[in-house]
C-alpha cells in the first residue's frame, strides 16, 4: 500500500508521522487490497476561544471498487481527530467488506436455490392436506 501524507497549515511531526503510518498499517488487516491510503491533516486559524480546528481526511483507494472518504474534525487536540478518523476509516472498511461478501454470497445462494429446485424423474411430490383431509 502507498501512503501519502500530507499536512496543510501544521508543522511536521514525527511523533503525528508515526502515528498515522501505524494506523495505516492496521488498515491492511480488513482489506488486503488497498492500493493507495491518502491521510490530509489540516488545520484552521484559531476561533474565538475554542483553539485550532483540525481536521482529517483519509482516502483509500482499492482496485476494481469505489474509494472510500473519510472526513473528522476535532476542536483542540489533532491526535483524537486522527484517532477518530481512522476508527472511522475502520468501520466504514469493514462495512464494505460485509456488504461485498454478502452480495457474493447472496448470488451464490440464488444460484444453488436454483439448481436445487429442478427435480428429478424420479422425485414425487407429496400435497399438504387440511384439517386431515385427504
Given at each position: 500500500?502507498?501512503l501519502?501524507i500530507?499536512?496543510?497549515?501544521?508543522?511536521?511531526?514525527?511523533?503525528?508521522?508515526?502515528?498515522?503510518?501505524?494506523?495505516?498499517?492496521?488498515?491492511e488487516?480488513?482489506h488486503?487490497?488497498?492500493?493507495?491510503?491518502?491521510v490530509?491533516?489540516?488545520?484552521?486559524?484559531k476561533?474565538?476561544?475554542?483553539?485550532a480546528?483540525?481536521?482529517i481526511?483519509?482516502a483509500?483507494?482499492?482496485?476494481?471498487?469505489?474509494t472510500?472518504?473519510?472526513?473528522?474534525?476535532?476542536n483542540?487536540?489533532?491526535?483524537?481527530a486522527?484517532g477518530?478518523?481512522?476508527?472511522?476509516?475502520?468501520?466504514?472498511?469493514e462495512?464494505?467488506v460485509?456488504t461485498?461478501?454478502?452480495?457474493?454470497?447472496?448470488?451464490?445462494?440464488?444460484?444453488?436455490a436454483?439448481?436445487?429446485?429442478?427435480?428429478?424423474?424420479?422425485?414425487?411430490?407429496?400435497?399438504?392436506?387440511?384439517?386431515?383431509?385427504?
Amino acid at each position: 500500500m502507498v501512503l501519502q501524507i500530507t499536512f496543510h497549515g501544521i508543522p511536521r511531526s514525527e511523533a503525528l508521522d508515526k502515528k498515522i503510518r501505524e494506523r495505516a498499517a492496521k488498515l491492511e488487516k480488513f482489506h488486503d487490497r488497498i492500493t493507495r491510503c491518502k491521510v490530509v491533516a489540516t488545520v484552521e486559524g484559531k476561533h474565538g476561544h475554542k483553539g485550532a480546528k483540525y481536521e482529517i481526511r483519509i482516502a483509500l483507494s482499492i482496485p476494481k471498487e469505489k474509494t472510500l472518504a473519510v472526513t473528522h474534525e476535532s476542536n483542540e487536540d489533532i491526535y483524537a481527530a486522527l484517532g477518530a478518523a481512522f476508527d472511522t476509516a475502520t468501520r466504514r472498511l469493514e462495512d464494505h467488506v460485509r456488504t461485498g461478501r454478502q452480495t457474493r454470497r447472496g448470488k451464490t445462494a440464488k444460484n444453488r436455490a436454483t439448481r436445487g429446485s429442478v427435480k428429478s424423474r424420479g422425485d414425487t411430490v407429496k400435497r399438504a392436506t387440511v384439517g386431515g383431509a385427504r
